[in-house]
């Protein structure tokens, strides 16, 4: 993925979220409270982040007879080396510059 800006805090907060378990499938509702995002910020962000090619959605089951589907969110091969790029931290100059 080539970007000509940098993250959103809100992005970078969602791919952490993601990455801390990269193959588990993840509820929107679960990263709502991981992150503190409320549902108008988070699921377009989503959305933006599946077009993007970092995340793959999926429709699951519901869990309880009567419940509805849910999608459900984990980070792609390109999601999770975006991701892993994000959970290393700044070498010693660009630390200085950020702060």
Same mark, same amino acid.
């Given at each position: 993925? @080539?970007?000509?800006? *940098? =993250? *959103?805090?809100?992005?970078? !907060?969602?791919?952490? !979220?993601?990455?801390?378990? $990269?193959?588990?499938?993840?509820?929107?509702?679960?990263?709502?409270?991981? @992150?503190?995002?409320? *549902?108008?910020? =988070?699921?377009? %962000? %989503?959305? &933006? =982040?599946?077009?993007?090619?970092?995340?793959?959605?999926?429709?699951?089951? $519901?869990?309880? $007879? +009567?419940?509805?589907?849910?999608?459900?969110? &984990? =980070? @792609? !091969?390109? +999601?999770?080396?975006?991701?892993?790029?994000?959970?290393?931290?700044?070498?010693?100059?660009?630390?200085?510059?950020? !702060?």
């Amino acid at each position: 993925m @080539t970007r000509s800006r *940098s =993250l *959103s805090p809100q992005t970078r !907060a969602v791919l952490e !979220a993601l990455f801390d378990r $990269p193959q588990a499938w993840r509820y929107g509702y679960d990263l709502s409270k991981e @992150t503190g995002l409320k *549902s108008g910020t =988070l699921y377009p %962000l %989503l959305i &933006r =982040l599946f077009d993007q090619g970092l995340l793959e959605a999926e429709w699951r089951p $519901p869990q309880q $007879p +009567g419940r509805p589907q849910r999608h459900a969110y &984990r =980070l @792609t !091969a390109q +999601g999770l080396a975006v991701a892993n790029v994000l959970a290393r931290p700044a070498p010693a100059g660009l630390r200085a510059q950020r !702060a």
